[in-house]
């Protein structure tokens, strides 16, 4: 269960143990503490915003409690759908989801769904529900790339960087100097976030951080699932790949057409 990971050129090594503790015999993983490590940064960070916005915070809480299990579920359909040539025969391992197997974005789908119907149900403002939740999401998921460094997984291709990066586990060497593609990730939503609130007191419309929020994540996936070695496929191509184009452009179509809206309205 240990990893050691280590950047030869950089002079930096680490010997990560994926179990951090056990209760009464059974691991708890630190990728999953990481992960909610994420989690609870993203509510804090909604929780506040949501008392400046006037929505109820009580609000967001029902929304993470409803949302959390719904985009685990979701994560894991999806890359169950995406990896069907295995688990055609190994059904039983679809509830194996100890052994691994979610993707980010059946997660993101699963709970932007649960928070188009919550917000549709008690009639709120479905735009500022999603600027908030659109920083949210990127610190979650800036801090739960972390959990793929304990893991010792997500990384790319071989490189010739001084940060390659190598992953041995338990003598047998997993990858030798590829890329960090997690650590990319990582950075590229921190980015991400410091740029959304600075952009956040300039917005012109309802909903268009989420909208930069699709523009931004949809180019970095896009870029850097390209390197990756364990995407998934629809045939030739890469799934996330396609996804995060398509949210790139929607995000984009969305920011230009609000922007002429508020223009025309504006020479009025």
């Known amino acids: 269960m240990i990893n050691n990971i280590s950047f030869p050129k950089l002079g930096l090594e680490f010997n990560v143990n994926r179990v951090a503790f056990a209760v009464f015999g059974i691991p708890v993983y630190a990728y999953g ?12 960070y909604a929780s ?5 916005t006037g929505i109820s915070d009580n609000d967001f ?8 299990p719904v985009a685990v579920v979701c994560a894991r359909i999806y890359y169950v759908v995406f990896s069907w040539d295995y688990y055609k025969n190994n059904l039983l391992e679809i509830f194996n989801i ?22 549709k149900v008690k009639k709120i403002n479905i735009c500022k529900v999603l600027d ?21 997984e997500a990384f790319g291709e071989k490189c010739s960087l001084p940060w390659a990066m190598t992953i041995v586990r338990d003598t047998r060497i997993i990858a030798e100097s590829v890329h960090p593609t997690f650590l990319y990730e990582s950075l590229w939503n921190v980015a991400g976030v410091g740029a959304l609130l600075l952009f956040k007191r300039r917005k012109i419309f ?5 909208c930069c929020y699709m523009v931004w994540y949809g180019i970095g996936r896009m870029f850097i699932e390209g390197l990756r070695t364990d995407s998934l496929y629809l045939g030739p191509f890469r799934v996330s790949q396609i996804l995060s184009a398509v ?10 057409k609000n922007y002429k809206k508020h223009l025309t309205t504006g020479r009025k």
């Not at 809480?61 to 959390?68: H, S, Y």
């Not at 610190?139 to 893991?151: C, L, S, T």
């Open 98 to 119: 100890r052994g691994g197997g979610i993707a980010i974005y059946g997660a993101v789908i699963g709970a932007a769904l649960v928070v188009l119907i919550y917000c």
């Open 247 to 256: 949210l790139a452009l929607a995000g984009l179509i969305l920011i230009i």
């Open 132 to 152: 908030i939740l659109s920083v949210s999401l990127l610190i979650g998921q800036a801090v739960g790339r972390w959990g793929n460094f304990v893991n010792g």
């Open 206 to 210: 309802d909903g268009e951080l989420a």
């Open 33 to 44: 503490l990481i992960i909610a490590f994420g989690l609870v940064l993203a509510f804090v």
């Open 61 to 68: 809480f029902n929304m993470f409690i409803i949302g959390l």
């Open 48 to 52: 506040r915003e949501a008392k400046k």
